[in-house]
């Protein structure tokens, strides 16, 4: 089992430019998620996907948009990247159980000049 | 709100002491869920340890082990006879079940741990 991956490892990006993390988990979880984190800060909730096809804002979703393609993947869109999108990103999944735990991608580093 | 709040943003410890990591959580919640997470210096979010607010007893794993002190709202991680590949950054994490059943996880900021040989 990969676990979550996620893609690309790292990315630069000038102002205004888009792109789209992927992220994908073998695990058969059901929820899935993506954070960010700043320097010296815990992560913060972007979005989340409780189950194929639906998607839910989180606590900082301005600038992103997401896709829950399938029970496997879910990707990560910014539209007009901005620099106060510079940021390392993780992609999470848990399945719906007693302990709901979250399981974590490698983290994409991204820098937006 | 609820709120995480980890006071020590860095301790060190020595190879083969114990070395506790506070945890306070702030909820209106009767039922929650309480989580460690390690972050080394590579990157990555490792998941260590989880207490639930109505579980008796407290947690542990291997040398690592949960101080849950539900009256006093906190969920310290004790690390017994640490190792040099314990220094990380460790975030706290308490499981937010008013988002309708989803599983949002809120963080403390987060405590770097050194540890001296």
């Known amino acids: 089992n990969a676990g979550v991956t996620q893609t690309p490892k790292f990315q630069v990006l000038k102002t205004g430019q888009s792109m789209t993390l992927q992220c994908a988990q073998d695990m058969n979880h059901n929820s899935m998620y993506w954070y960010r984190q700043d320097p010296g800060m815990g992560l913060r909730l972007i979005y989340y996907s409780a189950s194929e096809g639906t998607t839910d804002k989180g606590e900082v979703p301005n600038g992103y948009n997401v896709s829950r393609l399938n029970k496997r993947e879910f990707s990560l869109r910014l539209e007009s990247a901005a620099p106060s999108q510079t940021s390392v990103y993780f992609c999470a999944s848990s399945e719906t159980g007693a302990t709901d735990t979250q399981y974590f991608g490698p983290g994409t580093r991204l820098t937006v000049l | 709100a609820q709120k995480i709040t980890q006071t020590q943003p860095g301790m060190f410890v020595q190879e083969k002491e114990a070395v506790t990591l506070d945890c306070t959580y702030d909820?209106?919640?009767?039922?929650?869920?309480l989580f460690w997470y390690k972050q080394p210096s590579s990157g990555e979010m490792i998941f260590l340890i989880y207490q639930g607010s109505y579980d008796e007893q407290n947690a542990t794993e291997g040398r690592y082990s949960l101080n849950f002190q539900k009256a006093r709202k906190s969920a310290n991680l004790v690390i017994s006879a640490s190792q040099l590949g314990d220094s990380a950054m460790y975030f706290c994490a308490m499981r937010d079940l008013r988002s309708g059943g989803y599983n949002k996880l809120i963080f403390g900021a987060g405590t770097r741990l050194a540890v001296h040989p």
């Open positions: 909820t209106s919640d009767q039922s929650y869920g």
